[in-house]
């Protein structure tokens, strides 16, 4: 009976895993006085590739050229960057050392695999252009800034979830 | 003898060590995800449908630890609070946040992922991840496109480095207990929630 629900299973007492992640998270803050990340890592990175193909117009794009203001370091050789390798680092041995490399599609059981990445390409997109408006996301914005009790990331954090739970309905055959 | 945060801040240590730090905390922290069942969109998005509220678990209580911690710090004289108001606390700017957090969460529940843990489902395999990421790129990219349209909304409502102890007008402590309340509420929702089950239930 439980075999259909294998992913939920093996993992961490969530509130084990909640700690551990607010002290990595209060570490970081005392090393570094600012929290972790992940948006602004996949930003650089969309800047650098569209970079290749048209250097000129994303150096003078009003949204990418703070990624390639004169005398500045490659957009990549940055903390988040960094961090966010880490983040990829982490999860590998996270993974391995559980003996839970299993290559898939995360779905619901009557969901087709063609609804399933269709959606996850929609939802990237839309969630995309929400991380730059937002300037962050559940890392950087809900977790480090609620954590630090800044007014903008509770703001943020109330209108994601609020959103997610009154959209879900709409989205139930993919989860389903 | 230990010194007094933000090390970084201080200039304890130098950019070339900074990035050393980023790369240890992003491991720790992909780890961490990975252990609380981040790398699969079903565990990520079970919440919205009250099967399984481990996301809500995870998340308020590393909130929770890492305000508290901060607190303590702060009592203890090993970190200075004043510098994250003054230079590193992540500015408001309320209309943009408000609109973007609405997109997130748009593209969280449809999407299946947040950055962060779409990086951890790569690391676990799923295709679904990897397809996500890219969506976000290209939503990126959409942002940057059409950034003569909506920069100005952008950066609008500037409120600075704010936090809710000064919108409120009370102590840090107090907001910080606050905190540790709310996530003791919601995790007893949480349960009342699983039990209600709207949806489909998860047999576990």
């Known amino acids: 009976m439980t075999r259909e629900f294998d992913y939920a299973q ?6 084990v895993a909640g700690i ?27 800047a650098v590739i569209a970079h290749g193909v048209a250097p000129q117009a994303v150096e003078n794009n009003g949204y990418f050229s703070e990624f390639y203001k004169t005398g500045a370091k490659f957009p990549l050789v940055n903390w ?10 982490g999860g590998v041995v996270a993974v391995l050392t559980a003996r839970r490399f299993r290559p898939g599609i995360g779905k619901g059981p009557n969901a087709s695999t063609g609804l399933r990445l269709t959606l996850a390409f929609l939802g990237g997109i839309v969630g995309g252009i929400g991380t730059r408006l937002a300037m962050g996301c559940t890392s950087g914005q809900a977790l480090s800034g609620g954590a630090t009790l800044v007014v903008g990331s509770w703001v943020f954090m109330m209108a994601v979830f609020a959103t997610a739970f009154a959209a879900a309905y709409f989205v139930r055959r993919e989860w389903s | 003898m ?54 809500l678990r995870v998340m308020f209580s590393a909130m929770a630890t890492t305000a508290v911690g901060i ?14 108001l003054d230079y590193s606390l992540l500015q408001t700017y309320l209309w943009p946040q408000l609109v973007g957090g609405v997109l997130f ?77 709310m996530a003791l509420a919601a995790f007893w929702l949480a349960g009342l929630g699983e039990k209600w089950a709207p949806y489909e239930k998860l047999e576990k």
Do not use: H
């Not at chain 2, 720790?28 to 399984?52: H, M, P, S, V, W």
């Open chain 1, 10 to 15: 093996g993992f961490w007492n969530p509130y």
């Open chain 2, 105 to 181: 969460g748009l593209g969280f529940v449809i999407g299946g992922y947040c950055p962060g843990t779409a990086v951890v489902g790569v690391a676990s395999g799923k295709l679904d991840s990897a397809v996500f990421l890219g969506g976000m790129i290209t939503g990126i990219w959409v942002f940057a496109a059409g950034f003569p349209l909506w920069g100005s909304f952008y950066k609008s409502s500037d409120l600075g480095r704010i936090t809710l102890p000064q919108v409120l007008g009370v102590p840090m402590e107090l907001v910080t207990a606050a905190v540790v309340v």
């Open chain 1, 80 to 89: 988040i960057v960094l961090e966010v390798v880490g983040v990829f680092l």
């Open chain 2, 2 to 55: 230990v010194m007094t945060g933000p090390l970084y801040m201080q200039g304890v240590f130098g950019f070339q060590a900074s990035l050393l730090v980023a790369l240890v905390v992003g491991i720790l922290f992909g780890f961490i995800l990975e252990r609380a069942g981040f790398g699969d969109a079903r565990n990520l998005t079970n919440i919205f449908y009250f099967r399984d509220m481990r996301v």
């Open chain 2, 71 to 84: 607190v303590v710090l702060k009592w203890l004289g090993l970190f200075d609070y004043s510098m994250l």
């Open chain 1, 20 to 46: 551990a992640l607010g002290l990595v998270l209060l570490l970081t803050f005392y090393l570094m006085g600012a929290g972790l990340g992940a948006s602004g890592a996949i930003a650089r990175s969309a």
